[in-house]
């Protein structure tokens, strides 16, 4: 096929395209596509270990505290290593593992999307025979816009209560952050629109009919969406006792933790004036705080996956 012949190809159906491409190594079909029932499976069983992580790693754990402990034990055979984990090579093995928890994304958020990416696909494909690249297409891209309306409240909610404004500013390095989530925004956003899209039954440009629709008027999505809300404004406005932390900064001002929005890590800017953009790490300790960010964490998701159980649109 030539380069033009794979150009229309593609143009005209790009699910086709990507279904029918060609991607071997000796025997191996690396072609992931037609392998998404094998995605499917992966995806439940990264969860499934994420979900055990969590139960015996802790709370407020993270696959980070692993990893760092890992290159830790790498750093006492090869010292390099320790130049990754950003502590001293004097720290045990177990206080590098303990030093980074609670910090970075948390065993949770692995469960949470692993796991919507998993229910999904098998809906779109159990329910409406929607298969290989669409079906990991169409579950990758809601699943990643979920991920970026969360981040992009967590971000400016903490900026705006917290007094931290860097987090939401275009700068490096939370630039990469920023622009990280905006790619899963985009993402996200065209993968919603081009399942709206699909939807529809066309002939040539007349609208005949509409395959499926969003779970909009189910009692579940409403109920959940209403409890979204209620548990962001409980985050927002958190009536309960929590320590709040003065840090003293490098221009000869102090920040004091605002009860509003509390955390269990505190990300402040020592010297606002600096150019990197960055925070140093205050750590506390408050199950319920975390309980509050987790279980919104996944009513968030369940409200999300819920909306986009599509629904036959039933034939007059």
Known sequence: MTLNESLRSFYQDPFAFFDNLNISLGNNNLNLFQKYKRLQKTSLGIAMFCLGAWVVCGFDSNPLQLVYAAVAALGRIIPVFYNFTGVSPSMSIIDVYNFYYGKEMHW???????????????????????????NVAYAASITFFNIAIFEYFWIYSFAYWQNQW???????????????????LTVGIFGVLYLWIDSY??????????????????????SLLIATVALALLWWYYPWPVQQITVQLKTGGVWISSQHFPQTLYTVKLDPGQRVNAGEWFWIENNYVHGLNTLLKFVWGFAWTSLFIIKKVESK
Do not use: C
Request: net charge positive.
């Open 166 to 184: 860097w987090v939401g500013t275009w700068a490096m390095p939370q630039l990469r952050i920023l622009f990280q989530n905006l790619g899963f």
């Open 201 to 222: 039954i066309l002939k040539d440009k007349e609208i005949l009919g509409r395959h499926y629709t969003l779970n909009l008027k189910s009692a579940m999505t409403i």
């Open 108 to 134: 949770s958020a692995f469960v949470i999307y692993f796991g919507m990416f998993w229910f999904l696909s098998k809906h779109f494909s159990k329910e409406f025979g929607i298969v290989k690249s669409k």
